[in-house]
C-alpha cells in the first residue's frame, strides 16, 4: 500500500537536505530547521539559529511567501551558512514546491530545500 501525500498544511516540515544546483546534501547540527504551514495562513520558521513567522499562501504547486519576520540572534559558521539557505527559500514571492508522501521539497530557481514531517 503505498503512503499518501501529506497536505502541505496542519504540519510541521523538519529539514533535513539542502539543494544548490544538481547537488543535495545533509548538514551537521543540533538543531535542525523547520517550517510550520498553519491553517490561518501563517507560516512559522527555524533556521536553524533564529525564529520567525509571516503570511504564505498555498497555491498549487508554488508557495507564496510574505514578508517573514526574524529573529536576529547572531549565527556564526555552519549555521549562519544554513541561516542564509533559509532566508533565501523563504524570501518574499513565489516558490515551488512537490510533497512524496511524507517529504517536502521547495526549490526557488536552482536552490532548495527537503524535509519531512511526521
Do not use: Y
Not at 12 to 24: N, P, R
Request: with cysteine.
Amino acid at each position: 500500500m503505498a503512503d499518501p501525500d501529506l497536505p502541505l498544511v496542519g504540519r510541521v516540515w523538519t529539514v533535513d537536505t539542502i539543494i544548490e544546483g544538481a547537488a543535495a546534501g545533509s548538514f551537521a547540527g543540533a538543531s535542525p530547521p523547520t517550517l510550520e504551514f498553519r491553517e490561518d495562513s501563517i507560516a512559522g520558521v527555524f533556521t536553524g539559529c533564529n525564529r520567525g513567522e509571516g503570511s504564505f499562501e498555498e497555491r498549487d504547486a508554488e508557495i507564496v511567501f510574505g514578508d517573514i519576520e526574524v529573529t536576529e540572534e547572531g549565527c556564526g559558521g555552519s549555521a549562519g551558512e544554513l541561516e542564509t539557505h533559509m532566508l533565501q527559500i523563504i524570501a518574499p514571492g513565489p516558490v515551488s514546491f512537490e510533497i512524496d508522501a511524507k517529504r517536502l521539497t521547495i526549490t526557488r530557481g536552482d536552490i532548495g530545500i527537503s524535509g519531512t514531517a511526521p
